[in-house]
């Protein structure tokens, strides 16, 4: 029996996307360069410090009783949205690093509004919920590349 279906010179496995010959693999090029840039971040040591002190300063507190056991976890989400946003601020103090920088306040704000959420009872706080949505789309205005 014979297969009525035409033949088909291009390969089906092939991805549009794939590298061809004379067309350069963006993507990688992309990753590559991203990879490079955080190689040489002269700040890429901060967030992993700043949070080890935190969780070092949080144990501190609840083992010398200063800082309930039972809550002390709300004051590090406080605490590492706090890290995030100085972070990125620092990062967006250097021109070569500021596309990373907005990655960095977008997981601040909502880690420090849960946080305070959490910490000051939900049903009293509930409309900072609205601001911290208000500061994200005001922060995407400015750090927008132009």
Known sequence: MRDERPENNSDSNTHPDE????????????????????????????LPGLILILLGVLLFFATQDFLSWNIWWQY??????????????????????RDIAFGRFIPGVILL?????????FGQWWPLVLIAVGIIILLNLLFRRK
């Open 19 to 46: 590298e061809r010959p004379g067309r350069p693999d963006w993507k990688e090029e992309r990753r590559t360069k991203r990879y490079e840039m955080r190689k040489q971040d002269p700040l890429r040591g901060l």
């Open 113 to 121: 509004f849960i946080g305070i959420a959490f910490v000051f009872g």
């Open 76 to 97: 590090l989400l406080i605490g590492l949205g706090v890290i995030f946003i100085i972070d990125g601020l620092v990062h967006y103090v250097n021109p070569a690093y």
